[in-house]
C-alpha cells in the first residue's frame, strides 16, 4: 500500500506543476483511498496520513 500512495502523490504532484485542477479533482478521491488503505493496514501512522492527506488538498487549492 505504501507504493500505491507514493505513485498516487506523485502523480498529483506532476498534475499540480502542470496546473491542471480538474484533473486533480478526478484524482483526489483515489489519493484519498489510496492513503486511507495504508493506515488501515498500519503501513502509515494516522497523522502521517491527515498531513498527506492535507498536502493533497492543498495542491488543488493552488492557483495555476
Do not use: C, F
Request: glycine content about 2%; overall charge positive.
Amino acid at each position: 500500500h505504501k507504493l500505491a500512495v507514493s505513485k498516487v502523490t506523485k502523480d498529483i504532484r506532476k498534475l499540480a506543476a502542470a496546473g491542471k485542477q480538474t484533473e486533480i479533482v478526478a484524482l483526489l478521491p483515489r489519493v484519498y483511498k489510496a492513503i486511507d488503505k495504508a493506515v488501515k493496514t498500519r503501513v502509515l501512522n494516522k497523522n502521517t496520513a491527515a498531513r498527506k492527506k492535507s498536502q493533497a488538498a492543498r495542491l488543488l487549492a493552488q492557483k495555476p
